[in-house]
């Protein structure tokens, strides 16, 4: 009889979109990179952008909440690939270097 196989599960807290986090749905990596957040966990996000991010990298992400507020995040690079090939997207998956909390 062949094992069973299981998959262990890597997130660290449950994901939601951006708006059901209260957050919208676009942020800024230094130095200026517009990307779309897919979806966002107070440990960490998925986001999609038009241009290639480095794995390992730590760099700073800018959420927008739904009411205004405005703050920065430190965050690694954990993973990129394309997602899309017409028009060419690449998503990321990052992890804050603290948890993070919205509205």
């Not at 957050?23 to 999609?48: C, D, H, K, W």
């Amino acid at each position: 009889m062949a094992a069973a196989l299981t998959r262990h599960e890597r997130r660290a807290a449950p994901r939601s979109t951006a708006p059901g986090f209260g957050v919208v749905g676009v942020a800024v990596i230094r130095p200026g990179l517009t990307v779309a957040v897919v979806t966002i966990s107070p440990r960490g996000a998925l986001v999609e952008s038009v241009s290639p991010i480095r794995p390992g990298v730590r760099t700073e992400l800018t959420l927008d909440a739904a009411d205004g507020r405005r703050w920065p995040v430190g965050v690694e690079v954990l993973r990129c690939w394309v997602a899309a090939l017409d028009p060419v997207r690449y998503r990321a998956a990052m992890r804050f270097d603290r948890p993070v909390t919205a509205g």
